[in-house]
C-alpha cells in the first residue's frame, strides 16, 4: 500500500512499516478481505501516504462492513435453512392433506357404493319375492291350462264320439237289435 503512493517517504521508513503492521496485526476481528478493501479504499481516495491513524480508521470501517456483511449472510444462511425446514413441513402438511382428501374420498366413494349396493339387494330381494309370485301365478296358469285341455280333450272325445254316433245312427247302427231274417234281404229292427 505503501508504495502506491510516490510521494510517500517516511522520515523512518522501517520503524514505520513495523507500527503499521503492529497496529494492524492488533486490529480485532481483522480478516483478509477486511483488509484487502480497506488498502484498495486508501489506495484510490488518499493522495498521499496515510498516517496510522488514518490507516486504522479506514481498517476499522472495513473490518465493521465485513462483520455485517458477514452476519448477514449468516442470517442469509440461517433463514435459508430455516425456509428450507418451514417448506419441507408445509410441503409434508401439502402431501398429508393431500392424502386425507384422498382417503376421505374414498371413504364417501365407499359409502355410496356400499348404499348403492344395498339398494340393489333390495330391489333384487323384491324382484325375487314379486319372481316368486310369478313363479307360482305361473305355475296355477299351467294347472289351469292343464285342466282346461283335459276338459277340452274330453269334450273334443265326446264331440267326436256324438260323432261317431250320429254317423253310425246316419248309418243306422246303435238304433235298436238288428236281426237277421233268413231269407229277407233286408234287415229288421226290433
Known amino acids: 500500500m505503501i508504495g502506491s503512493f510516490p ?5 523512518a521508513p522501517e520503524a514505520f512499516a513495523r507500527m503499521m503492521v503492529e497496529h ?41 462492513r465485513w462483520r455485517d456483511r458477514k452476519s448477514a449472510l449468516q442470517r442469509a444462511e440461517s433463514t435459508r435453512l430455516e425456509l428450507i425446514n418451514v417448506l419441507i413441513e408445509r410441503e409434508q402438511e401439502k402431501k398429508e392433506a393431500e392424502h386425507k382428501r384422498e382417503f376421505q374420498q ?4 365407499t359409502r355410496i357404493a356400499m348404499q348403492v349396493t ?4 333390495r330391489e333384487v330381494e323384491a324382484m325375487k319375492t314379486e319372481l316368486a309370485a310369478l313363479v307360482q301365478r305361473h305355475a296355477e296358469a299351467e294347472k289351469r291350462e292343464s285342466e282346461c285341455m283335459r276338459a277340452l280333450r274330453k269334450c273334443s272325445a265326446m264331440e267326436e264320439e256324438h260323432q261317431a254316433q250320429a254317423a253310425a245312427k246316419a248309418n243306422g247302427f246303435g238304433c235298436g237289435e238288428f236281426r237277421f231274417v233268413p231269407g229277407d234281404s233286408s234287415r229288421s229292427v226290433h
Not at 25 to 38: K, N
Open 7 to 11: 510521494n510517500a517517504n517516511p522520515h
Open 24 to 64: 494492524v496485526a492488533a486490529a480485532d476481528g481483522l480478516t483478509e478481505v477486511a483488509l484487502e478493501s480497506a488498502c484498495r479504499e486508501i489506495v484510490e481516495e488518499q493522495k498521499f501516504a496515510p498516517a496510522v491513524a488514518e490507516v486504522m480508521k479506514v481498517l476499522d470501517q472495513h473490518i465493521m
Open 106 to 109: 374414498a371413504i364417501n366413494q
Open 118 to 121: 344395498q339398494r340393489l339387494a
